[in-house]
């Protein structure tokens, strides 16, 4: 069975920082993309950051253009949201996905419709 886990979320204060890690198991290889959303209160989930399943190509929404960092580990299986400049609207859940198929763009990730999905770690920034 696969398993994201999250890591890393905590509470800051607007304009610091934070580092995000999730780790996948239960697979056989680590040939996917892999990327995070998150979810505020009230409102539905929206994409953040994806990289490719190679490393070298990456993806980011627009709010966080400039501020996060999207990266593999060396353990490929992993990836790290590095999260700076934090403002009190980045407050979410913030969560970890895994393309279910092999060898897919960033793109397989932000679609977000065929993804493994970790539980969520909370981020909260505050004022």
């Known amino acids: 069975q696969v398993q994201l886990v999250e890591s890393g979320g905590g509470l800051v204060q607007a304009g610091g920082s934070l580092r995000l890690s999730c780790a996948a198991s239960?697979?056989?290889?680590?040939?996917?993309?892999m990327g995070w959303f998150r979810q505020a209160p009230g409102k539905e989930r929206e994409f953040v950051a994806a990289?490719?399943?190679?490393?070298?190509?990456?993806d980011y929404a627009d709010p966080v253009k400039g501020r996060f960092t999207i990266s593999r580990g060396s353990a490929r299986n992993t990836v790290a949201l590095r999260m700076n400049s934090l403002k009190p609207e980045d407050t979410a859940v913030y969560y970890c996905?895994?393309?279910?198929?092999?060898?897919?763009?960033?793109?397989?990730?932000?679609?977000?419709?065929?993804?493994?999905w970790g539980r969520g770690t909370q981020v909260t920034v505050s004022s």
């Open positions: 990289v490719s399943w190679t490393g070298g190509s990456t």
């Open positions: 996905a895994a393309d279910r198929n092999a060898y897919g763009s960033t793109g397989s990730v932000r679609n977000s419709g065929n993804n493994y």
């Open positions: 239960g697979r056989t290889s680590s040939d996917y993309a």
